[in-house]
């Protein structure tokens, strides 16, 4: 399983940005799929996930209400929308792909397999 994410980039305090996350080598409503993100000098953070079965859905609290994960089965992706970003929310961004987790597990970072290379989010004040 092949993970390649995009989307990142540069936006001012409020905006938006729509991340994607492009599977190869299975496909993605056989796997979790998660997103988590990593600042300089903290540890990885989960930011959200969505099973397999397309319902259930997971965030970071501090993030609902602003980010959406979704999932596009025709195209085998899975995207993170942000909006009403905040300067804290910058961070480089992962996707990660994961076919034996369960719900208390969802959110750690141990538990998925396959990993994508990351996309660098940076909002400005």
């Known amino acids: 399983v092949q993970l390649q994410a995009s989307g990142g980039g540069l936006v001012q305090t409020g905006g938006s940005l729509r991340l994607s996350c492009v599977v190869s080598?299975?496909?993605?409503?056989?796997?979790?799929m998660g997103w988590f993100r990593q600042a300089p000098g903290k540890e990885r953070e989960f930011v959200s996930a969505?099973?397999?079965?397309?319902?259930?859905?997971y965030y970071l609290d501090s993030v609902k209400g602003r980010f959406t994960v979704s999932r596009d089965n025709s195209k085998n992706t899975v995207y993170l929308q942000m909006n009403s970003l905040k300067p804290e929310d910058t961070a480089l961004y992962y996707c990660a792909a994961g076919s034996t987790l369960i719900t208390s597990t969802i959110r750690n970072h141990h538990q998925y397999a396959y990993w994508g290379q990351g996309t660098l989010v940076t909002v400005s004040s």
């Open positions: 080598g299975r496909t993605v409503n056989n796997l979790d």
């Open positions: 969505i099973r397999r079965n397309g319902i259930s859905i």
